[in-house]
């Protein structure tokens, strides 16, 4: 039986479909199967960071409108086998997205997958909230900035009201993803450090990816930073994050000066 | 990390000009309001199949490759044989 995460972030721009690619094709590489839905109709972009732009035949409005079977919309990677992909709509009305619809895709999905990952569009409309609606762990995205903090309070309370867990009057398990951080300029006080977005949100801490020009490479190539160069410090982030959400206890590690990391020892 | 990849390393941005020439190209033609032909033969392809034949949904597998100069598309059905026989159901 899969659990259900969605990626989510209130904000634009912050992260979420290149996460949902990165964590997405980890979870896949450690052996489990991963569907990942594209939630951003009319504007969809995971087949792209994917790098499977090409192949797209049938999308998430087909299955909902009963014109192709799930089966045959799920795009499977080349690369990592158990790694599948069902874009959304380019062209079809996002009022096809139906509550039901939804329900009925991801309650396919659970039999047949350990995970399903929900990339949601920005935004607090439908799209976002049927992204969330299913729902057992949720995966905030967040830029040290302030409207995105501000943007990830609001889906915080949405998570929280929201969602099916939450009208069951059980929680959404909620992690903050802390991306584009750049530690030296948190370090100058020139953007808010870890500690101020923790504190201000107050979700646990899932991992921090520093900016890095390997996501944007990575992005160029159609490869999730993770596959397309896994030794990078974005990808080892994502790897720690992944090992976090299958429950093995990882200290987060923060991006390190060059005198500790030419110093530290480093964990067995 | 080879050697050609290291020499390789800043290279990417031909990459996404490349797969957003192609990518971009389709999708002009179908957002302007015109089908693209390979998803209109897929299409019409699984209209001819269903006037001969009533074939269950999953056993149709259809992949596309929409390329720069050619385009693919990959019809591949699973005919039962009942079907093959002549105990064809009126169409």
């Known amino acids: 039986m899969a659990k259900v995460l969605v990626v989510t972030s209130g904000k634009g721009g912050v992260g979420k479909t290149t ?5 997405g094709a980890a979870l896949a590489q450690s052996g489990q199967k991963v569907a990942m ?17 090409r192949r797209v035949v049938f999308d998430l409005i087909n299955v909902i409108k009963g014109d192709a079977k799930i089966e ?12 599948h992909l069902l874009p959304a709509s380019q062209t079809r009305d996002k009022d096809n997205l139906t509550d039901e619809g939804v329900a009925r895709v991801i309650d ?20 976002a909230t049927l992204a969330m609606r299913h729902a057992d762990v949720a995966v905030v995205v967040t830029n040290p900035e302030v409207s995105s903090i501000r943007d990830s309070d609001r ?25 584009r951080y750049d530690a030296a300029r948190a370090q100058r006080g020139e953007i808010l450090k870890v500690e101020d977005v923790l504190d201000i949100l107050s979700i646990p801490l899932l991992a921090i990816i520093p900016e890095s020009t390997e ?17 990078s410090a974005p990808a080892r982030a994502y790897q720690e994050a992944v090992r976090k959400l299958q429950g093995q206890t990882v200290e987060v590690q923060k ?3 060059l005198f500790s990391k030419l110093f530290a020892r480093r964990a067995a | 990390m080879n050697l050609f990849n290291f020499f390789n390393r800043r290279t990417s941005a031909p990459v996404a000009r490349e797969r957003l020439q192609v990518l971009l190209a389709h999708e002009r033609t179908i957002v302007g309001g015109e089908s693209d032909l390979v998803a209109i033969l897929r299409e019409e392809i699984l209209a001819v199949i269903a006037k001969h034949m009533s074939v269950p949904q999953d056993s149709v597998q259809i992949k596309m490759d929409r390329g720069a100069s050619v385009s693919t598309l990959e019809v591949d059905i699973e005919i039962p044989t009942s079907v093959t026989t002549g105990m064809r159901p009126a169409a």
């Open chain 1, 19 to 23: 996460s949902t690619a990165a964590l």
């Open chain 1, 37 to 53: 839905i594209d939630f951003d109709v009319g504007l969809r972009n995971l087949d792209l960071i994917m790098g499977a732009e």
């Open chain 1, 72 to 83: 045959q919309a799920l795009i499977r990677d080349k690369r990592v086998e158990t790694l």
């Open chain 1, 108 to 127: 396919g999905l659970r039999e047949k997958f350990d995970w399903i990952i929900c990339d949601s569009p920005a935004g607090i409309e439908r799209g």
């Open chain 1, 155 to 179: 889906i915080i309370g949405m998570l929280d009201s929201k969602t099916l867990k939450a009208e069951n009057g059980e929680q959404v398990e909620k992690h903050l993803l802390l991306t």
């Open chain 1, 215 to 231: 996501v944007l490479r990575s992005s160029n190539l159609g490869a999730p930073v993770t596959l397309g160069s896994p030794n």
């Open chain 1, 255 to 257: 991006q390190r000066g």
